[in-house]
């Protein structure tokens, strides 16, 4: 059971990121879910910058799931090259749209159960499409920042050498408001690039210090 010392720091935490980040949402490009889905499996180890830079080029030539799922895999391959790890993700993709056309009329599915069927779809990456396309908060989506800054924040229970995204959603989940859920991610992803940084967070500049058992800490 959540206490109510921590629901009062949670409580806190999320006044303090919405003075500072109110307008928080993804920064992906996309206009359609399919177009999110792929940006999402793209973002992969690369930043958003760069999936925006080829996604705009892309989504013009492959629009849809349909036309995704005819493009030959060494196309897209030299399509997508420089988000890196490109074979595999051009495998995923391709194999994806085709599931997505076979068993969803082209459409991207709605639920967690669905989605993580499809080639390069986990957990984080389904919750990137419920939540924020279709408005659904099912999960909490767990990056890089945010697990850090959870942890920091002490938000979740789990160890800080066991950065486990499962047991940090887990934890997330109990201790935020539902409703809270897909804003969180976007806040604090936004957060963790401005200014909680892995290795040199700028703690004397953060909204969130004084609510920060880890504030002044400096990790190397």
């Given at each position: 059971?959540?206490?109510?010392?921590?629901?009062?720091?949670?409580?806190?935490?999320?006044?303090?990121?919405?003075?500072?980040?109110?307008?928080?949402?993804?920064?992906?490009?996309?206009?359609?879910?399919?177009?999110?889905?792929?940006?999402?499996?793209?973002?992969?180890?690369?930043?958003?910058?760069?999936?925006?830079?080829?996604?705009?080029?892309?989504?013009?030539?492959?629009?849809?799931?349909?036309?995704?799922?005819?493009?030959?895999?060494?196309?897209?391959?030299?399509?997508i090259?420089?988000?890196?790890?490109?074979?595999?993700?051009?495998?995923?993709?391709?194999?994806?749209?085709?599931?997505?056309?076979?068993?969803?009329?082209?459409?991207?599915?709605?639920?967690?159960?669905?989605?993580?069927?499809?080639?390069?779809?986990?957990?984080?990456?389904?919750?990137?499409?419920?939540?924020?396309?279709?408005?659904?908060?099912?999960?909490?989506?767990?990056?890089?920042?945010?697990?850090?800054?959870?942890?920091?924040?002490?938000?979740?229970?789990?160890?800080?050498d066991?950065?486990?995204?499962?047991?940090?959603?887990?934890?997330?989940?109990?201790?935020?408001?539902?409703?809270?859920?897909?804003y969180?991610?976007?806040?604090?992803i936004?957060?963790?690039?401005?200014?909680?940084?892995?290795?040199?967070?700028?703690?004397?500049?953060?909204?969130?210090?004084?609510?920060?058992?880890?504030?002044?800490?400096?990790?190397?």
């Amino acid at each position: 059971m959540v206490t109510k010392a921590a629901k009062r720091h949670v409580s806190r935490v999320l006044r303090a990121l919405r003075r500072d980040y109110s307008d928080a949402e993804c920064a992906l490009h996309y206009e359609t879910p399919v177009q999110l889905l792929v940006a999402t499996i793209l973002s992969a180890q690369c930043t958003d910058k760069r999936v925006n830079l080829v996604t705009r080029v892309l989504f013009r030539k492959y629009p849809t799931a349909a036309h995704l799922a005819r493009v030959p895999l060494s196309r897209l391959e030299k399509d997508i090259q420089s988000t890196g790890f490109f074979r595999n993700k051009a495998k995923n993709l391709i194999a994806m749209a085709q599931l997505v056309v076979l068993n969803h009329a082209g459409e991207i599915p709605r639920t967690m159960a669905e989605l993580v069927l499809l080639p390069g779809v986990a957990r984080k990456t389904a919750n990137v499409i419920l939540g924020t396309f279709f408005g659904k908060n099912v999960g909490v989506v767990v990056d890089t920042h945010v697990g850090r800054i959870s942890t920091r924040l002490d938000l979740t229970w789990t160890s800080k050498d066991t950065k486990d995204a499962v047991k940090i959603e887990k934890d997330l989940m109990e201790v935020l408001p539902r409703k809270d859920w897909t804003y969180f991610s976007h806040a604090v992803i936004l957060h963790g690039r401005e200014t909680c940084s892995a290795r040199k967070p700028r703690c004397d500049d953060c909204t969130l210090a004084r609510y920060c058992p880890s504030a002044g800490e400096i990790e190397v």
